[in-house]
């Protein structure tokens, strides 16, 4: 397929990367005209920065932008592009702030967290299509096929829910993963000592039900340790890991009645 990609960030350089393998991308639009050059680069394609540079001979046109750009970009590129598939790759945005603006509109959302120092095994990551017309949905099926074995036709509301799901799961478990290591470097401890532990809780956690699988001392109702720890964390005077640290732990006890 000959493809266009409007952004050049994290999503925008993976999925660069990976299609270009199977596939022609034509261009790499981005305002930021050098950010635009480094992408185009490395995927052999042309870099623009103005959206009437934009062609049209193209079979798929992929908006891979923050989610709040998304209605923005739709509006300054539909001029240009009237007849040309759009898809943005946005698990939290509705279709229809591309339907309202353009005809052929859809989604390719892959289920993934990116970054730039890391690659991505596409063929594990779950891939979402989403298009208004059939003869799209088709494209985008075909595409999503030749990346990944596990593509799945969601509409707008099962997308949003997966996208909540992973901010539990993915940016807010992270960030317990940060904590952790503010707490073992104020006592200069070694905070690989924890991978193992946090490989098995992810293991526990894909392989059986996660509430059966809760351990620790909230879930065990042993308010002595409880208190224990929260006497730590403000001797410390780290505020913040209080707080959270007495959330997690009264919605623990919630959760498992203790």
């Known amino acids: 397929m000959r493809i266009s990609i409007i952004g050049a960030g994290r999503v925008a350089y993976h999925l660069a990367c990976v299609l270009s393998a199977q596939h022609d991308i034509v261009q790499i639009y981005s305002r930021t005209l050098g950010k635009a050059q480094q992408l185009a680069e490395q995927c052999q394609a042309q870099a623009v920065a103005r959206a009437e540079e934009l062609s049209d001979h193209v079979d798929l046109v992929i908006i891979a932008v923050s989610d709040q750009s998304i209605a923005s970009v739709i ?7 009237p007849h040309n598939l759009i898809v943005h790759t946005s698990g ?12 052929r509109v859809g989604v390719f959302y892959p289920l993934q967290t990116f970054s730039l120092e890391r690659q991505i095994d596409w063929q594990q990551t779950p ?3 989403e298009a208004v017309h059939e003869q799209d949905q088709a494209l985008l099926s075909e595409l999503a096929n030749s990346l990944s074995y596990r593509v799945y036709a969601y509409n707008s509301s099962q997308r949003l829910s997966l ?3 992973a901010v539990f799961a993915c940016n807010f478990s992270n960030y317990c993963y940060d904590m952790a290591k503010q707490v073992v470097d104020a006592e200069q401890v070694d905070f690989s ?15 059986n039900d996660p509430k ?3 351990t620790g001392p909230a879930m065990r109702g042993d308010r002595n340790i409880l ?3 929260q006497a730590m964390l403000e001797q410390s005077q780290r ?20």
């Open 75 to 81: 509006e300054q590129i539909h001029p240009y592009l």
């Open 92 to 103: 939290s945005t509705h279709l229809n702030v591309l339907k309202k603006v353009h005809v």
């Open 127 to 129: 891939l979402f299509i």
């Open 163 to 165: 996208h909540l799901a």
């Open 193 to 207: 000592l924890l991978y193992p532990l946090m490989l098995e809780t992810a293991n526990k956690a894909t392989q």
């Open 212 to 214: 059966q699988m809760q």
């Open 227 to 229: 208190s224990m720890h």
């Open 239 to 258: 505020g913040d890991l209080v707080e959270v640290y007495a959330l997690l732990s009264q919605q623990i006890l919630k959760r498992h009645q203790k």
